[in-house]
């Protein structure tokens, strides 16, 4: 089918004419990594480029071909930023505020060339997966074997989906949807939560509610014991180096 779609573009541009075969592309669920299985591939990175490339992927949610596109210029430093000013795949351009680790990353690379990662596909690829297959085999987990790049931003719109409660809009803006569509694929993957997945405040007064929501919490029971009125509230923990 893609191979289709690449001849398509193909014959538009020649100004060829042929019928092109239809496809019915069936639904998949697309492989979700935890959070530490991520980490592991990261830690045990050699290559100070790769680790830093596969930190990229995890606190800025992009495409493989967007994070290797990255530019020293698209890199804010002050505002701890990184701009996606190169999309893939019809996404839009965004910037996505990152950790102060991954920019110390950044700092140790060296700036030889306009690009942060002077290299192409093909190489990451051959790098990470000769990083999975050792880190697989010394943690015996069959897992690790099926993270690829793209599972980075999986992971990533999951967790959002989870964080902002399903609010597509919101994980639609910060993976650089323009469908929609797109995005639902990861709020159906949003997994159930223990109760130690929360934080939890208390309030008793109008100013104390006031405060537990600008920080993001949502009320979800309350009681009175004596005189007191008390209203219960929490928020999904802040996971990894995810930033909103």
Not at 5 to 34: C, G, I, K, N, S
Not at 199 to 211: G, H
Request: aromatic fraction near 10%.
């Amino acid at each position: 089918m893609q191979t289709c779609y690449a001849y398509d573009a193909f014959t538009r541009m020649a100004h060829l004419t042929w019928a092109m075969p239809t496809y019915h592309q069936e639904d998949y669920l697309f492989f979700l990594p935890e959070e530490s299985e991520l980490d592991t591939l990261i830690s045990a990175t050699k290559s100070a480029r790769m680790r830093t490339f596969l930190q990229c992927l995890k606190e800025t949610f992009g495409d493989p071909g967007e994070v290797l596109g990255l530019r020293w210029a698209d890199v804010d430093t002050h505002r701890s930023a990184i701009a996606i000013n190169h999309p893939v795949k019809d996404h839009n351009a965004r910037e996505l505020e990152v950790s102060p680790r991954l920019l110390g990353m950044l700092n140790q690379l060296p700036k030889t060339s306009q690009l942060i990662f002077p290299t192409n596909y093909r190489n990451m690829q051959a790098t990470y997966l000769r990083l999975r297959k050792r880190v697989a085999h010394n943690l015996q987990n069959p897992r690790i074997l099926s993270i690829s790049f793209v599972s980075f931003r999986h992971w990533a719109g999951t967790q959002l989906a989870w964080l902002f409660n399903g609010n597509m809009l919101i994980v639609k803006e910060k993976l650089g949807h323009k469908n929609i569509n797109s995005t639902m694929k990861y709020v159906r993957r949003i997994k159930l939560h223990l109760p130690e997945d929360f934080d939890v405040a208390t309030a008793t007064t109008d100013e104390e509610i006031k405060n537990l929501g600008m920080l993001g919490y949502q009320k979800y029971d309350e009681r009175t014991i004596g005189p007191t009125h008390i209203s219960y509230y929490r928020r999904p923990k802040r996971f990894g180096s995810i930033k909103t």
